[in-house]
């Protein structure tokens, strides 16, 4: 009698989900469920590292809004895939992960390869659990795709023993797949609520929002749009939300980083703060003085309850959808009538204006080797509004940050709060996956691309053509002059100057060298003509960016006020 493993049950479910893709690398505990995807028409890209396959995921996710999913085996897969599993959530990106692992039957019997999976992942994870059963195996799936979705997005991590997909059922006895589900059913924000944020927003002198991470997820660029003209209220995005208001929109004002915008300075006049969810973290200085002023108003708009209020009190709090809550307020304030334009727009107006100029002043430098702000400006052109950019390293690419605009929802990404280095390519190639057809660009630094150096093999052989922009001093740039401010000497930040394009090349992909200023344009222009995965390996001068120089001198400050 024909017989359903366990793994064939584990595969339907994901194709009742709507997955076509799988960033995995293989292993023994997982071959079950690689064969049967097989006669299901699922892909598999297969990486060199494990935490590369799930910061793919991530990537996948980023450009999409919908559950990728990372499949790796048990013990070291397992163990591998950890970094990238902290980094998709403290990211909150929607990844389901799956670790095999050996027979469940040897359980707590010192198995080859046995680690407690599920406690090693449930705290960098928004849920954990083995699955014991294959029976169990569809509504583990469904729920796990569910989860990862609802409230603020994230990982979902699940184990399946390798018995467990071998494991054979009679089909006549097969638990149905469940129907795929909404992420949830928030409650709709209260009519009271939304009045009072609009009675504060109207009333404000110097009202502003920020925008976050969940908002991308959940957040139409239409309302956000509609809120934002309704109020003449000005607009920052952070994380993955950068885009969801076009910094070309003349009421978007891009990063909310005093030291990347100069227009951010004038968060801490704000009398009325916006936030759509944004959690009162570090990004935005906990809420807190200097960020924000003391006697600041704040709305805060936000799906998870637990993250009202964080290290600040706020004034109102609306716990609802987020794309529901700002559709709420747009359409209150739409009744309410327009609002007079406020002289605050243009001091926002005039100081971002000014920054700019003063970047642009910045790439007219033509000294070798190049300032990082000519590499920034050379590549502008080559950066339209449906280009996918990712930045990753810790100061060439502030420059490219702080200069140009990010225009559309999911096409601009960064390393995310943990500000883990070396995520940058397996991103890039994720989004690259996703987007086939579209251009994806990637600034790295030379300390970051060393990380994940040999996904330039799986670009190549996926046929994932992003184009690569190397800032290469030789140095770990960041912490190099964060020592040299701190100490007057650098310890362990010297690297050598590498030929990256070469090794490139040698892969398979396009690589070239740039040195001089007039060069970088024509070698962009032949990288991405290649359609083939090409890095142009820049000479740059060592020089502090402004985020380097704005963390150096808060420390030096804090240093400088416990000394006394």
């Given at each position: 009698m024909a017989t359903v493993t366990g793994a064939e049950l584990f595969v339907r479910a994901l194709r009742a989900e709507g997955v076509d893709t799988v960033f995995t690398l293989i292993g023994d505990h997982i071959l079950p469920i690689a064969d049967a995807a097989v006669d299901h028409g699922i892909r598999f890209i297969d990486t060199r590292h494990e935490s590369a396959a799930m910061h793919m995921a991530d990537g996948w996710a980023r450009a999409t809004g919908r559950v990728a999913v990372c499949l790796v085996t048990g013990g070291p897969g397992h163990a591998n895939v950890l970094p990238g599993l902290t980094v998709t959530w403290t990211n909150e990106s929607p990844v389901v992960q799956i670790s095999g692992r050996p027979e469940l039957v040897h359980e707590g019997m010192l198995a080859h390869q046995e680690l407690d999976q599920v406690a090693m992942a449930a705290p960098i994870s928004k849920a954990a659990w083995l699955v014991r059963r294959p029976t169990d195996i569809p509504l583990a799936v469904a729920r796990?795709?569910?989860l990862a979705r609802a409230g603020r997005p994230g990982p979902i991590h699940l184990t399946i023993p390798i018995d467990v997909q071998e494991a054979r059922l009679d089909p006549a006895t097969l638990p149905p797949l469940p129907a795929p589900q909404p992420a949830h059913a928030p409650p709709a924000p209260a009519s009271g609520l939304v009045e009072?944020?609009?009675?504060?927003?109207r009333g404000a002198a110097r009202p502003v929002a920020i925008v976050g991470t969940a908002a991308y997820y959940s957040v139409p660029p239409a309302a956000l749009a509609a809120l934002a003209e309704h109020l003449r209220l000005p607009v920052f995005t952070v994380e993955q939300a950068r885009g969801l208001l076009s910094d070309e929109h003349e009421l978007g004002f891009g990063y909310a980083d005093p030291a990347?915008?100069?227009?951010a300075r004038l968060l801490r006049e704000a009398d009325v703060v916006l936030l759509i969810g944004k959690r009162l973290d570090a990004r935005i200085g906990f809420g807190r003085p200097p960020f924000l002023a003391a006697d600041a108003r704040i709305i805060q708009v936000e799906a998870d309850p637990w993250e009202i209020g964080r290290n600040r009190g706020v004034d109102v709090a609306i716990e609802s959808d987020l794309g529901a809550a700002v559709e709420a307020l747009a359409a209150a304030?739409?009744?309410?009538?327009?609002?007079?334009?406020?002289?605050?727009l243009a001091r926002l107006r005039a100081l971002r204006a000014e920054h700019l100029a003063h970047l642009r002043t910045l790439a007219e430098d033509t000294a070798t080797p190049l300032h990082p702000m000519r590499v920034a400006r050379a590549v502008e052109p080559f950066v339209d509004a449906d280009?996918?950019?990712?930045?990753?390293?810790?100061?060439f690419v502030q420059w490219p940050r702080a200069y140009l605009l990010a225009r559309k929802p999911g096409h601009w990404h960064r390393l995310g709060p943990l500000g883990h280095l070396g995520i940058g390519l397996p991103l890039a190639l994720g989004i690259q996956a996703a987007v086939p057809d579209a251009r994806v660009l990637l600034f790295i630094g030379d300390g970051s691309v060393g990380f994940y150096f040999m996904e330039w093999d799986t670009a190549v052989r996926h046929h994932l053509p992003i184009v690569a922009v190397l800032g290469n001093d030789a140095t770990w740039g960041i912490d190099n002059y964060f020592q040299h401010a701190y100490y007057g000497r650098a310890v362990a930040t010297s690297l050598r100057p590498v030929r990256y394009d070469r090794l490139v090349a040698e892969l398979g992909g396009h690589g070239e060298h740039v040195e001089q200023p007039d060069a970088l344009s024509a070698a962009l222009e032949r990288a991405f003509a290649s359609r083939k995965p090409a890095l142009i390996d820049v000479t740059v001068r060592r020089v502090p960016s402004p985020l380097g120089e704005a963390m150096a001198a808060r420390r030096l400050a804090a240093r400088a006020s416990l000394a006394e």
């Open positions: 796990a795709f569910r009072q944020a609009l009675a504060l927003l990347l915008n100069a227009a304030a739409r009744r309410a009538g327009a609002t007079t334009p406020h002289e605050w280009t996918y950019v990712v930045m990753d390293g810790g100061d």
